[in-house]
């Protein structure tokens, strides 16, 4: 069964602050990772993908995969009340068809 | 208008009934996907299609019957509705499935939300 694990929270973080979410897969396999956001009562909007080991920045987002661990992670820099949402982690299977597998979710909440 | 819709965004129907959720997308992607989102399961993959006419169950397929005659259309039919498909219903295309960089991204729809009586 492949799976895709993240703590549901909520996280709780003061705005200007770091927010750090986790996800980890199952598969060694997987090859593409992706982190959406979505907004309450919303559909899931692609913030960040990333493919290699290491780290990836845009903006105030950076994502940071390690396949070794197989975690992958999403650094949120200056957080802001507008960043409150659930952020869903999926991954791309090794040998799907396009498929993904996505986690739960963690809900994330900015205090101004 | 561009980009992917579905309709209707809101339905309530009762135990027994036929529905059927409209997906429609205007970038010609390969790919089409549905998927049901509840609470405490996240998204969940219902079926999915690499093309017209190409279907395959997700994880989640008993229930519902998928159809693709053409590229940009995939609706989702529940044959005799239940209670436990009460759910937000997405649909969601993408390009490509080759594992190219910055392909692999799937849109979403913007939601049917299904309540079954």
């Known amino acids: 069964q492949k799976e895709v694990e993240q703590n549901s929270g909520p996280l709780s973080v003061p705005e200007g602050a770091i927010a750090s979410l986790n996800c980890t897969y199952s598969?060694?396999?997987?090859?593409?990772f992706f982190w959406y956001r979505q907004y309450s009562g919303k559909s899931p909007e692609l913030i960040m993908f990333?493919?290699?080991?290491g780290d990836k920045e845009d903006g105030r987002f950076t994502a940071q995969l390690n396949k070794a661990s197989q975690y992958v992670s999403l650094l949120i820099r200056d957080s802001q009340p507008s960043d409150s949402a659930t952020y869903l982690c999926a991954v791309k299977y090794g040998g799907s068809q396009g498929n993904l597998i996505f986690g739960k979710g963690t809900k994330l909440s900015v205090k101004p | 208008d561009a980009g992917i819709t579905q309709s209707p965004r809101y339905k309530i129907t009762e135990t027994g009934r036929q529905v059927t959720l409209m997906c429609h997308q205007t970038?010609?992607?390969?790919?089409m996907f549905w998927y049901r989102q509840d609470l405490g399961h996240g998204l969940r993959l219902i079926y999915y299609?690499?093309?017209?006419?190409?279907?395959d169950k997700g994880e989640v397929p008993d229930g519902y019957v998928v159809s693709r005659s053409k590229t940009e259309n995939f609706p989702l039919t529940l044959e005799s509705a239940t209670r436990s498909q009460t759910s937000v219903y997405f649909c969601a295309s993408n390009s490509a499935a080759g594992g190219l960089e910055g392909l692999d991204e799937q849109f979403f729809g913007p939601g049917t939300r299904l309540t079954v009586l």
């Open positions: 990333i493919y290699s080991n």
């Open positions: 598969d060694r396999g997987s090859q593409s």
């Open positions: 299609s690499a093309a017209a006419d190409i279907t």
């Open positions: 970038w010609s992607h390969s790919y």
